[in-house]
């Protein structure tokens, strides 16, 4: 199993530029996410998904769209990038067993740098 | 507002020198509290999961533990090899989901 995988592993935008990361994982996981990570933030919630043909807003959604048209794959998009949006984005696939114990961790990919000049 | 703080910021520990890292959280619904590692330009691993309060999962020199309203992460006798970030997730009840929130990290250091 590859487990997460995330494509590309780098990528430079001019400021508007358009782009699409694209997140697969193999482990038929029902949840799936985005984070951005920036230095001394932590990890935040761009976007999350409980299923396929499923998504909702996180914590930053603003200038971030999503898609979850396959099971296995879940993209975020930027329509017009900025260089507020220089960072290192992470997907994360999880699922659940059912029951009061069900929610269980998350499986992260290798990450993409990002830089918006 | 739901908030997940971890403290300290920063750690630097010698080899052997035992200590505790430190995850409170002000949610409402939790449903389980998660530790991760995160070494340089990598993506988190998975460490522990915490479900409710008392409950403690211990992994060779890592010992998690979880109250009511925070959960610590003790090192027991580190080892170099154990410097990395470590992140801690709180999954609770939000907008009809349950959603992870993540506190800043704790990097920790531990020298030779």
């Known amino acids: 199993n590859a487990g997460v995988t995330q494509t590309p592993k780098f990528r430079v935008l001019k400021t508007g530029q358009s782009m699409t990361l694209l997140c697969a994982q193999d482990m038929n996981h029902e949840y799936m996410y985005w984070y951005r990570q920036d230095p001394g933030m932590g990890l935040r919630l761009i976007h999350y ?3 396929e043909g499923t998504t909702a807003k996180g914590e930053v959604p603003d200038g971030y769209n999503v898609s979850r048209l396959k099971k296995q794959n879940f993209l975020l998009g930027l329509e017009s990038a900025a260089p507020s949006q220089t960072s290192v984005y992470f997907c994360a696939s999880s699922y659940s067993s059912g029951g009061v114990r069900s929610y269980n961790e998350q499986f992260f990919g290798p990450g993409t740098r990002l830089t918006v000049l | 507002e739901d908030q997940v703080t971890q403290s300290p910021e920063a750690l630097r520990l010698q080899e052997g020198e035992s200590s505790s890292l430190n995850c409170s959280y002000t949610v409402s619904g939790l449903r389980g509290l998660f530790w991760y590692r995160q070494d340089p330009g990598k993506g988190p691993e998975f460490l522990f999961t ?21 959960s610590f992460l003790h090192i027991t006798a580190p080892k170099p090899e154990d410097s990395a970030t470590y992140l801690c997730a709180v999954l609770h009840a939000s907008g009809g989901s349950y959603i992870p929130t993540f506190g800043r990290g704790t990097s920790l250091i531990v020298h030779p």
């Open chain 1, 49 to 51: 998904s409980v299923g």
């Open chain 2, 50 to 70: 915490l479900y409710s309060a008392g409950e403690e999962k211990e992994k060779e020199r890592l010992k998690a533990t979880l109250t009511k309203k925070e």
